[in-house]
């Protein structure tokens, strides 16, 4: 069936690298594309979106890239820092909701540990 | 910013007992969510709602039942709980793309 998944479940970088954490996902007519950070006990929180007929976009040290053509999503940290410790999501709008707006679906997460 | 409230962060309860989640958005949001969260499974939605006394199934809907009497409240409701509904719980909203999470109830069932 279709899913939202990512490489690996765990990452660990050192502080001050860059880090990437990569999303393969199956739908190919999901056009829309969200990061989202989970830190110990908080809800997901938004990162970075990217609509489908972008390859790129950046944010403040976040890059998010597209690769339609296998259906890969990255996200770029760069200089990673303690605070960047959480659980990455990647989601996909699969579905459109009966009143506008869309159904996202997430994949299972990422560990990022970052050591000092 | 966008605020969805979920009334309590932690709850313990006993096998067969009915469970109420509550959350609260206060920006006016069409649709809300609720999901749960199990380590190794991601997110995984229950049921959604997208206005008032509407609500469709999401991908595990048993168990579970909601209730959207007002748009800014959309309560998840345990019938009869059971152990394997121990979960982290989640309740989001959006109005078009973004969602916006709450803080999630961890739920116990004992």
């Known amino acids: 069936g279709e899913s939202v998944g990512l490489h690996l479940p765990t990452l660990s970088v050192q502080e001050g690298d860059n880090s990437i954490i990569n999303c393969a996902y199956s739908?190919?007519?999901?056009?829309?594309f969200i990061w989202y950070k989970q830190e110990s006990g908080k809800g997901p929180q938004f990162i970075i979106d990217i609509r489908s007929n972008m390859d790129k976009r950046q944010g403040q040290r976040v890059t998010v890239l597209l690769n339609k053509t296998v259906k890969h999503l990255s996200l770029q940290i760069a200089a990673t820092q303690p605070g960047d410790s959480a659980v990455y999501f990647c989601a996909e709008n699969r579905d459109r909701l009966t009143g506008g707006g869309n159904k996202l679906t997430f994949g299972t997460g990422t560990q990022l540990k970052v050591e000092l | 910013d966008v605020k969805v409230t979920q009334s309590s962060r932690y709850l313990v309860k006993r096998t067969g007992e009915k469970v109420f989640l509550e959350c609260v958005q206060d920006?006016?949001?069409?649709?809300m969510f609720w999901y749960r969260q199990d380590p190794g499974l991601g997110l995984r939605l229950i049921y959604f709602?997208?206005?008032?006394?509407?609500?469709e199934k999401g991908d595990i809907p048993e168990g579970y039942s909601v209730s959207r009497e007002k748009k800014e409240r959309f309560s998840l409701i345990l019938e009869s709980a059971s152990t394997n509904q121990t979960s982290m719980y989640l309740c989001?909203?959006?109005?078009?793309?973004?969602?916006?999470f709450g803080s999630g109830t961890r739920l116990t069932v004992v």
């Open positions: 709602s997208y206005d008032v006394k509407m609500k």
């Open positions: 920006m006016d949001h069409e649709n």
């Open positions: 989001a909203s959006n109005d078009y793309y973004g969602y916006t």
């Open positions: 739908n190919s007519a999901s056009d829309y």
